[in-house]
């Protein structure tokens, strides 16, 4: 909560002016079973987080430009005495208002008879739309009440729009507090993958290293990681999303980590691939080269004024040079791209927005053509080769699965790798494992 109420401020108010006029009605996350009286973990919803700073479950912010009583209102939990001697302090109401800066607070179990009345004589609501259908109805549903009193001479909101094609062109644009939290997240995480490399050992499973990159997580101040590990020795790197972690991690193997932490709903996103017995062998040396040379050719085109599939292209052209060069592809360089025959060993795109969610907000394309990069946009770089485990395949090179992933950050001058820390280049990947 150190995190001053101004910056939240500001960014209610970019998103009032440009609302212009209307309301909007923002919900936090639902809480979610696990099983029985078990909760998941709450974590508040990133949009509803980034206007206000709230993290307690059972909220709505109201934004409301020009309203007399008041522009920002927040719904939110009661203070209850004897609920805090379980489960810890809430702000309540007076908090909302003296903590998180709200202009007028209510008890959200308030909500249905207080917000109809605000919806009254609103051309527009906007809402953060789709992501929480129950919400919506209820939504509908207090629309729905002031359309009940048309005849009291009361008009109903005409428009309901969905709040992203405003706040999201926000989000996309990292400001420096953003920035911050987005360094330490990408610190942390490369501590962590440091770490990893430093204990693995030919013989450890793979969740014995997940308990490494967790205990990194934790002990720099992250409350979470920013999506489930995934640790995946040998072929288990080639399936793309393996959370199992149950494997066992063999001399001669690759391992391939992607796992980061979350701080403040920052997240950063990082995979390293390296030799569990801490030396390449002479092919997964090849292949890995092939990677992290279509890695740094993408990361160069990563600055302001080139367009967002700059770097997905440059990676592609030096992934597909490196597979004819590995006789896994065969034909010539243009046709090869052109007929993506590269995707039966590379599948996924080169990159995503980064920022309170790992997959972050924010439109690739403006109509028909490649977003602009410009400075303060965040997105990983991570080209990968994936060559499965097929008896048409070399075997030295049978089931080798290699991502290189960093977090970018366009500036000025061109672009900041904020997860630098990790170790990348086989000889910083061997010294590094040399150190145990
Ligand atoms: N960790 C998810 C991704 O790399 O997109
Ligand atoms: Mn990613
Ligand atoms: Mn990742």
């Known amino acids: 909560m150190d995190m001053d109420i101004k910056v939240f401020n500001r960014r209610r108010q970019d998103v009032m002016q440009l609302m212009g006029d209307g309301i909007a009605v923002i919900t936090t996350a639902p809480e979610r079973s696990r099983n029985r009286d078990v909760l998941y973990p709450f974590r508040p919803d990133s949009d509803f987080y980034y206007l206000t700073h709230y993290a307690e ?27 805090e001697v379980w489960d ?41 739309m789709g992501y929480y259908p129950e919400f919506d109805m209820r939504l509908l549903n207090w629309i729905n009440e002031v359309k009940g009193k048309a005849r009291t001479g009361v008009h109903a909101p005409s428009e309901l729009v969905d709040l992203s094609h405003i706040l999201h062109e926000l989000r996309l644009i990292k400001r420096s507090e953003e920035v911050a939290l ?10 962590a993958h440091r770490r990893a490399m430093q204990h693995c050992q030919p013989g450890m499973m793979e969740y014995e290293i997940q308990a490494e990159l967790e205990h990194e997580f934790r002990r720099g101040g992250s409350l979470s990681w920013a999506y489930p590990p995934i640790v995946a020795g040998g072929v288990n790197a080639c399936t793309l999303h393996y959370i199992d972690n149950n494997g066992a991690l063999n001399d001669g193997d690759l391992l391939l980590i992607d796992a980061a932490a979350e701080v403040d709903c920052y997240a950063a996103d990082i995979t390293r691939t390296f030799p569990v017995n801490g030396k390449f062998s002479a092919a997964q040396r090849d292949v890995y080269e092939v990677v992290l040379a279509a890695q740094l050719a993408a990361i160069d085109t990563a600055r302001a004024g080139n367009h967002w599939n700059e770097p997905h292209d440059a990676a592609v052209r030096i992934l597909v040079q490196g597979l004819i ?41 403006i109509d028909v053509d490649w977003r602009i990069l410009e400075p303060g946009m965040a997105f990983t770089v991570e080209p990968g080769l994936y060559l499965p485990d097929d008896e048409d395949i070399d075997s030295a090179l049978r089931g080798l699965g290699v991502r290189i992933e960093d977090d970018i950050l366009i500036n000025r001058q061109g672009n900041t790798v904020l997860s630098k820390d990790a170790p990348k280049t086989v000889a910083d990947i061997e010294s590094t494992m040399a150190d145990r």
Request: with cysteine; hydrophobic share 35%.
């Open 57 to 83: 479950p059972e909220a709505i912010a109201v934004l409301c430009p020009g309203r007399a009583q008041g522009e920002f209102v927040l719904f939110c939990r009661e203070r209850n005495p004897d609920r």
């Open 88 to 128: 810890g302090k809430r702000a309540g109401v007076e908090g909302a208002v003296e903590i998180y800066g709200a202009d007028d607070a209510f008890p959200i179990d308030d909500v249905d008879e207080i917000l109809p009345g605000m919806l009254e004589n609103q051309g527009k609501v906007y809402g953060n």
């Open 325 to 365: 060069d590995l006789k896994l592809l065969e034909g010539e360089l243009d046709g090869l791209i052109e007929q993506q025959t590269h995707k039966r060993f590379y599948m996924h795109r080169t990159g995503h927005w980064l920022g309170m969610d790992v997959h972050d907000v924010g439109d690739y394309k």
């Open 182 to 191: 987005m360094k330490r997240a990408a610190r942390i995480s490369a501590a």
